[in-house]
Structure formats: structure tokens, C-alpha cells
């Protein structure tokens, strides 16, 4: 469970008082937990409980009414590893049903990137009641999973099915998710990830830079970290931000930072992957002071940088499987093909700045793979987080 991220979803019903439980149980097992209520069940339990336990601000409304500040329930879509709602009461199961969208929580299950579990709670009739039951089934198709209410005392006075699984059950439940979907291949095993862009100084105000987030590097690094590895994140200059207990991120500036950082990491682990844009070139002298307006033309002479990927593969024992990726502009395949076999790698990843949602800045990206074996796919259009996916998959199949 170290290092998950659970979004959890609390919505109007009394067994929301137990979501307490529930994660404290899971900050103890080193989740991260973050949490979205609707407006409903502020009255069965207070925010303030679930913010201060969760140590993250809690998500109920789409914006807030103070600041204009917006809770995107995108971006909490792409940051869970598991969306767990609990409890569910019967009114929240029949909008997730048809897909409505009255409110962040539900707004938030209809962008999720990964699974759903779902905790009912509800009063014996309303259990069994004809609708809930069709609703839970179609839950059921929908791919949610649904933890099985239990039977017993209920809010009501009477006894009989209903009651919300006990926050330990939900735990267990969470806990066995995680581990099925557990990839030993890259458990305990050391990985290199360069991300994001370098930055060449001109002179102490100015420098050569680009426009890559970080993103595609980022979401690397953290696919290897829920998959069990301890990773080394080398990090050029991005606004982004990973925590987690395998993690070293190690941020740098230039392509010689960056290479230093490289060479001093590589021999000890099995994988790397190499998704920073590297500057190819950087100024020949660094000037130590603000270089003065003067000619109508300025010339600053670039000299080549270090290939950081080329030296990575001079350096490939017989045991590391090294990925490089490739953006091109034109000639895709045959250009990454040239890269794959100049820079020693055993895969490449492949996108094309002309294919519209892949490359720098956004969330998605587009991407082939080929590896030296010349086994070639290519895939949708996705999230760099889904993407991230895909790539530890292909990999996985190359090495086993
Ligand atoms: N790379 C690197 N060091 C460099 C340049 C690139 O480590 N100085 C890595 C990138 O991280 C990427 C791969 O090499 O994994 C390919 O980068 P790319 O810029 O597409 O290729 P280049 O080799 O620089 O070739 P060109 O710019 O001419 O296409």
C-alpha cells in the first residue's frame, strides 16, 4: 500500500463517521489519501476531520466560493491509483448508475483513469429493493468493484443487510486490489529516469531551454514506484513534484548536471528510461555578467552538448535494458530506428510533434514502440499517465 494514492469518496450516509477508520488505516499502511465528499455528507461527518487526517485539503464543491478557485475533478482522475467510495449511499449509486453529474464526486467517478470501489450502506429495504439491485449490477458492468454490505444492526433500529463493510473490510479489500495488480518483474529492482528539459545558461539572467513539463518522465517514475521499484528521478528544470518512500529525485539544470548525475547512478540499476529533452546544444562561453543591449545583431556560438542516452548505452552491461524516446517531426520510424541502433538501446518510444495531443506541455501523448528485436506497436492516443502504463507493459514483455 506505501505510496498509493487513494481518492476516497464520502457521500451522505451515517456509517460515514467509520471513513475515520478507514483512513487512518490507510495512512498507517503509507498511502497517500485524498479525499472528496458531497455536500451531504458534511453532515455526517465533518471536513475538517477527514482534511486533517487525510492531510490533504478535501474536494466538495466544483469551485470555491471564496476564492473562484476551481477543484478539478480531472486532475483527480489522472492522480489516483484507486477511487474507493465509501459509504455509497442508495441516491449516490443510482446517479453513478446513469451517469449523472450533479456534483464533484460524481463528476470525478465519470473521469476516473483507474478503478472504482464502491462500499454500500443503506437501510435493509432499500438494500434489497428492486432499483438498488439493478443499480449495483449495473455498477457490476461498468467494471466497479463493489465491496458486499454486511448484515447486522442498522441505523434505523432494524437488523438485516445493509450495513457498510467495517473499515478494516474496506481496507482488506483495498489492500487485495493493489496486490492483484502487483507486477513482481519490477519489485525491488533499481531504475534511471531522465525527465523534463534542460536548461543552458547565456549569461545569469538568460538560458537555451524548451518547452517539455516533465510529464511523460514523471509518469514514468511513478508507474515503476506503484509497480514495486526504487527509482532515481533526474529531474531538469519542471514545476512538478513525485513523493514517495523509493524515490530519489534529483533535480538539475544543464545537460552536464544531468549527465554527472547519470554516470553516477547507471552501473547500479537494471532499467532506464530516458525521457528528458536534453538540450543538443549549449552556449560556448557562459558570460558571468547580463550581456548588454548593443548591435542591431547578436551572435552566440553553440557548442554540442553531451548525448547522455549515447553515453548510457556505451555503458549497457549485459544485465540493464535501456529505453530512449524519440520525437520527430517527419520520418518517425525510420529516424527512431536510427537512434535505437547509433545510441545502443533495446527500446525506443516513439511520437510525432504532427500528431495533435502528443508531445510538450499536454497530457496526452501518442505513442509507437520498437524495440531491437523489431517488434513494433503502436497505441491510442491516452493519458501520459495511461501511457506510462503501456510502456512498462511492452517492457515487461521484452524482458520476460
Ligand atoms: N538525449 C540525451 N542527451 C542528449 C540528447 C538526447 O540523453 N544530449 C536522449 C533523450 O532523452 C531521448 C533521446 O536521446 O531519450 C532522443 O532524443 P532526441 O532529441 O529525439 O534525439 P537526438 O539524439 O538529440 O537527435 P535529433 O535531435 O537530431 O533528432
Known amino acids: ?83 474507493v467510495v465509501a459509504p455509497l449511499t442508495t441516491n449516490t449509486l443510482s446517479k453513478m448508475a446513469v451517469g449523472s453529474c ?7 467517478y465519470l473521469s476516473m483513469k483507474t478503478n472504482t470501489l464502491v462500499a454500500p450502506a443503506m437501510d435493509l429495504d432499500m438494500y434489497t429493493h428492486a432499483s438498488t439491485q439493478r443499480n449495483l449490477d449495473q455498477l457490476l458492468k461498468d467494471g466497479v468493484g463493489i465491496i458486499p454490505v454486511e448484515s447486522g444492526e442498522l441505523a434505523s433500529g432494524l437488523s438485516g443487510e445493509g450495513r457498510m463493510a467495517e473499515p478494516e473490510t474496506i481496507f482488506d479489500a483495498i489492500n487485495s486490489y493493489f496486490q492483484s495488480k502487483f507486477d513482481p518483474v519490477y519489485k525491488g529492482k533499481n531504475v534511471l529516469i531522465t525527465a523534463g528539459p534542460t536548461y543552458e545558461s547565456i549569461d ?27 527509482v532515481t528521478l ?39 528510461v530516458f525521457a528528458a529533452a536534453v538540450a543538443d546544444y549549449r552556449p560556448k ?14 551572435t552566440i556560438t553553440l557548442t554540442k552538448n553531451p548525448d547522455i542516452l549515447k553515453w548510457a548505452g556505451q555503458n549497457k552491461k549485459e544485465n540493464q535494458c535501456l529505453v530512449g524516446f524519440a520525437l520527430e517531426t517527419n520520418d518517425l520510424k525510420n529516424n527512431a530506428t536510427k537512434k535505437l541502433e547509433k545510441k545502443n538501446l533495446n527500446m525506443i518510444v516513439m511520437n510525432s510533434l504532427a ?8 497530457d496526452t ?31 515487461k514483455n521484452y524482458i520476460s
Open 102 to 108: 450533479d456534483n464533484l464526486l460524481l463528476a470525478t
Open 285 to 298: 562561453v557562459q558570460v558571468n555578467q547580463k550581456i548588454k543591449k548593443s548591435d542591431e545583431e547578436l
Open 234 to 272: 533526474v529531474s531538469g528544470p519542471s514545476n512538478l513534484s513525485l513523493e514517495h518512500p523509493n524515490l530519489k529525485l534529483i533535480r538539475v539544470k544543464s545537460a552536464d548536471q544531468m549527465l554527472e548525475v547519470v554516470q553516477g547512478v547507471w552501473c547500479e540499476c537494471q532499467f532506464g
Open 204 to 230: 545569469p539572467v538568460r538560458f537555451i531551454g524548451n518547452h517539455s513539463s516533465g510529464k511523460m518522465g514523471y509518469g514514468i517514475a511513478h508507474e515503476f514506484l506503484k509497480q514495486g521499484a526504487n
Open 1 to 83: 500500500m506505501q505510496g498509493k494514492r487513494i481518492l476516497l469518496g464520502i457521500t451522505g450516509g451515517i456509517a460515514a463517521y467509520k471513513i475515520a477508520f478507514l483512513i487512518r488505516l490507510l495512512k498507517k499502511a503509507e498511502a497517500e489519501v485524498k479525499c472528496i465528499m458531497t455536500p451531504a455528507s458534511c453532515d455526517f461527518i465533518s471536513p475538517l476531520v477527514v482534511s486533517t487526517l487525510s492531510g490533504n485539503p478535501v474536494g466538495i464543491e466544483f469551485w470555491n466560493k471564496k476564492d473562484g478557485s476551481w477543484n478539478n475533478h480531472v486532475e483527480y482522475g489522472l492522480w489516483a491509483d484507486l477511487f
Open 365 to 395: 501523448n501518442k505513442i509507437s514502440i520498437l524495440d531491437n528485436r523489431n517488434n513494433f506497436e503502436t497505441f491510442e492516443l491516452k493519458s501520459k499517465a495511461e501511457v506510462a502504463k503501456d510502456i512498462l507493459l511492452f517492457l
Open 355 to 362: 500528431d495533435s495531443g502528443a508531445g510538450f506541455g499536454v
